[in-house]
């Protein structure tokens, strides 16, 4: 039986200083393709904890938050192909290599990248974004 790796230090910067308890859910359809392929609609909604830039803050972001009832943007389609050789892009698919010999594919990076992706670069909380209200105003000088 081996130690438990220690707990990270709070003086890494990444790690937020209070902490949200927020859940990211990931859902996925799998439909067979050809022998061997599938093909994967990954949707991904809930929550995820991040910074508010204007009082630095750590708050749950709703993925889906809009009033509109627009989908999700954070998904992606995914082609596993066994024939692909490297990760590319066709249409709407991603397609990752999906070699016989694998029997497992780690969706969790592809997943934190399309969160990332998809996030506006600058998020504010609830409080700050009534602060800040989101018409624009033209003061005269
Ligand atoms: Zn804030």
Known sequence: ???RRAARSRDDPN????STSSTTRVDVEVDPCGANGFFLDVVITGHIDVVCACCGEVYA???DDDDEEEESNFGFLAWLDPNAEVVTS????E???FPRSVEELDLTPIIADTIDFGLPS???CAPCRVDEPESWSCDPA
């Open 1 to 3: 039986m081996g130690a």
């Open 15 to 18: 790690l937020p200083l209070t």
């Open 61 to 63: 972001h709703a993925l």
């Open 90 to 93: 066709s249409g709407d698919h």
């Open 95 to 97: 397609v990752f290599p």
């Open 122 to 124: 600058e998020l504010s």
